[in-house]
């Protein structure tokens, strides 16, 4: 069974940064998928960025070029870089961790149980 946790979250302010960090339990992942997603009060959850284990990454429109998302592979840890962030930035942030099964044919999906991002103006 895989966890995910996510860390890193907290308050800054209109222009500051924070670094989220998603770390799965386990080895020996092959094919997968991390994405980062967030959900503000009242809204729906959204996607924000997603790398693949081949490299491939991509964002929303909302965070292009403000966050950076990454892989540490000794740590089996992804960021998520967040620079000049905004108010609307404000969201319960989640990472889901998506892998492969050994079938190839099937997904299994994990997620964390978020980390807080409070961006004050």
């Known amino acids: 069974q895989v966890q995910v946790v996510e860390s890193g979250g907290g308050l800054v302010q209109a222009g500051g940064s924070l670094r989220l960090s998603c770390a799965a339990s386990?080895?020996?992942?092959?094919?997968?998928?991390t994405r980062w997603y967030r959900q503000a009060p009242g809204k729906q959850r959204e996607w924000v960025a997603l790398?693949?284990?081949?490299?491939?990454?991509n964002y929303a429109d909302s965070v292009k070029g403000r966050f950076t998302i990454s892989r540490d592979n000794a740590k089996n840890t992804v960021y998520l870089q967040m620079n000049s962030l905004k108010p609307d930035d404000t969201a319960v942030y989640f990472c889901?961790?998506?892998?492969?099964?050994?079938?190839?044919?099937?997904?299994?999906?994990?997620w964390g149980q978020g980390t807080q991002v409070t961006v004050s103006s």
């Open positions: 889901n961790f998506r892998l492969l099964g050994i079938s190839g044919t099937t997904w299994d999906d994990y």
């Open positions: 790398l693949t284990s081949g490299g491939n990454k």
């Open positions: 386990g080895s020996g992942f092959s094919t997968n998928v």
